[in-house]
Structures are given as structure tokens and as C-alpha cells.
């Protein structure tokens, strides 16, 4: 079995990139809180997901959609409920700087299995019987580099388990130059 998530080298890299990440985008999240304000006067989204040995914690991004929107799976989300400063901010993923909070915390890593929501029960379970959830959640991983989102859960656990048990300092690098260069696509609203 390969590396795992909870690896000294690889928590030491999740901690480097989560504080030069949080220092250098710092005026740019200053920035895209005030445009947040004035898109839906609540910028930060804090959200449950399901993380490391089935436990809860808050994830934090910026807030994409209207305030009120119901909270589901990605796939199953409304996409006219997408603002307009949300749609730049999930189209550049610029969405997801926040969690290098979460990063930094340890509540996730860099990469990881995409944290679901405590509804998606299906999902939860596959994950557990392959031993997913020993991993923290991550931001990026091989699910999203090859596409796959929470809409088939029986691949996307299948997935997150053969990262989990191959994972190695060089995947773990791998995978972030893919999403930095344009990969890692798996989780996006459906448009009608």
C-alpha cells in the first residue's frame, strides 16, 4: 500500500502550501469578500462535510449561489441559482481558496476524496467499506483529474480508493500541477 494521506511529508506539504497559499492570496480574498458582499451580502459559505473516520467538520469557500439555495451534491445543485460573481468564481475555482483554511487546520489536505455532505449516505457507505474515509478530504484529487463527480458514487469511491492507497509525495504533486494547469474538473452544477 502506498503513502497515505495522514504521511508526515505529505501533511508537511498541506501545511507549506495551505500558508504560502493563505499569504499570497491574501489581498485576493480580501478582494472577493467585498465583491461577495455586494453579490449576496454573505460572501462565506460554511458548510458540514463529511471528513476523516466519518466525522464532521465546516468547510469554508466563497458562496456561489443565492442565499437559501438548499444544500445538495453539486450534480443535483440548481444552476440558475449560480450568481454571477459565482459563476467566474467556479469557473477559475477561485471558490476554493478558503479551504486552504481548512487545509492549514488539518481537517483537509490538498488532495483528497472531495468532502460529501452528511446526506449523501450511499456515497458515505461506499466510501467506508473501501476505507476512503481513513483520508482526509481533499481539494483535488484523481476523481477530479478524470472528471468524475458525486453523481456516480460507486465509480467516484472506487477512485478516491485507488488515490488513497497509491498515493505518494509525486502523485500528490502530480495531482496539484493537474488542477493548477487545468484539470480537476469533477464536481460542476449541471446546466440545463
Known amino acids: 500500500m502506498g503513502q497515505s494521506l495522514q504521511a508526515p511529508g505529505i501533511r508537511a506539504l498541506d501545511i507549506a502550501i495551505s500558508v ?8 485576493v480574498l480580501l478582494l472577493l469578500c467585498v465583491a461577495g458582499y455586494f453579490d449576496t451580502g454573505s460572501p462565506i459559505l460554511r458548510q458540514e462535510r463529511v471528513g476523516r473516520g466519518g466525522q464532521t467538520f465546516v468547510l469554508v469557500k466563497f458562496r456561489t449561489m443565492r442565499i437559501g439555495t438548499r444544500a445538495v451534491a453539486t450534480h443535483l445543485a440548481d444552476a440558475a441559482a449560480i450568481t454571477p ?7 477559475t475555482k477561485l471558490d476554493e481558496l478558503p479551504q ?16 460529501c455532505l452528511p446526506g449523501q449516505k450511499e456515497l ?10 481513513r483520508g482526509r478530504p481533499g481539494i483535488t484529487g484523481l476523481a477530479q483529474i478524470r472528471g468524475i463527480d458525486m453523481s456516480d458514487p460507486e465509480l467516484l469511491a472506487a477512485t478516491d480508493a485507488l488515490m488513497i492507497d497509491n498515493l505518494s509525495v509525486g502523485k500528490y504533486l502530480y495531482y496539484i500541477l493537474m488542477t493548477v494547469t487545468g484539470k480537476g474538473i469533477g464536481d460542476r452544477v449541471k446546466e440545463s
Not at 504560502?20 to 489581498?27: A, D, E, F, I, W
Open 124 to 133: 458515505i457507505s461506499l466510501r467506508e467499506a473501501r476505507g476512503v474515509l
Open 85 to 91: 460573481l459565482g459563476r467566474m468564481l467556479r469557473r
Open 100 to 115: 486552504l483554511w481548512n487545509v492549514l487546520k488539518g481537517d483537509m489536505s490538498m488532495v483528497g476524496p472531495r468532502p
Open 20 to 27: 504560502v497559499g493563505l499569504v499570497l492570496s491574501g489581498p
